[in-house]
C-alpha cells in the first residue's frame, strides 16, 4: 500500500513558476514509476510528467515540456514537479501516482497508476 499527498500548490501570476511536492509512504518507493497528472472540471485528466523508480528514464507531455521538470528523492519518498513559464490554461488540480509498471511509455495512462494523491490546486492568473 502506497500514500501519497501533494503539496505545494496555490495560486501564481503567468510567468511565474511552483514547485509541486509529492510525499509516500512505503519502504518500496524507488520500485514505483511516479508520474504526475492534472484534471479540469468537466475535462479527463491529463498526463503531465512521468518517470521510472530510478529515474533514469522521464516521459513529459509535449504541452509541459521544457517548462516543466520531474525529479523524485528516494531517499526522502518523495517526488517534485516544478513548472516554469506557468500559463493561465496550466491552471488544474494536480495529482501525483504511483505505478509498479517499469516502462516509462506506458505511464502516460491513466490506468497503469494504482495509487493516486488527493490533488493540490493550481491557478495560475493571468
Known amino acids: 500500500q502506497v500514500q501519497l499527498v501533494e503539496s505545494g500548490g496555490g495560486l501564481v501570476q503567468a510567468g511565474g513558476s511552483l514547485r509541486l511536492s509529492c510525499a509516500a509512504s512505503?519502504?518500496?518507493?524507488?520500485?514505483?514509476?511516479m508520474g504526475w497528472f492534472r484534471q479540469v472540471p468537466g475535462k479527463e485528466r491529463e498526463f503531465i510528467a512521468a518517470?521510472?523508480?530510478?529515474?533514469?528514464?522521464?516521459l513529459y507531455a509535449d504541452s509541459v515540456k521544457d517548462r516543466f521538470i520531474i525529479s523524485r528523492g528516494n531517499a526522502k519518498n518523495t517526488v517534485n514537479l516544478k513548472m516554469n513559464s506557468l500559463k493561465p490554461e496550466d491552471s488544474a488540480v494536480y495529482y501525483c501516482?504511483?505505478?509498479?509498471?517499469?516502462?516509462?511509455?506506458?505511464?502516460?495512462?491513466?490506468?497503469?497508476?494504482?495509487?493516486w494523491g488527493q490533488g493540490t490546486q493550481v491557478t495560475v492568473s493571468s
Open positions: 501516482a504511483a505505478t509498479r509498471s517499469s516502462s516509462v511509455q506506458n505511464m502516460g495512462r491513466t490506468y497503469e497508476y494504482e495509487y
Open positions: 512505503g519502504r518500496t518507493f524507488s520500485s514505483y514509476g
Open positions: 518517470l521510472t523508480g530510478n529515474a533514469d528514464r522521464l
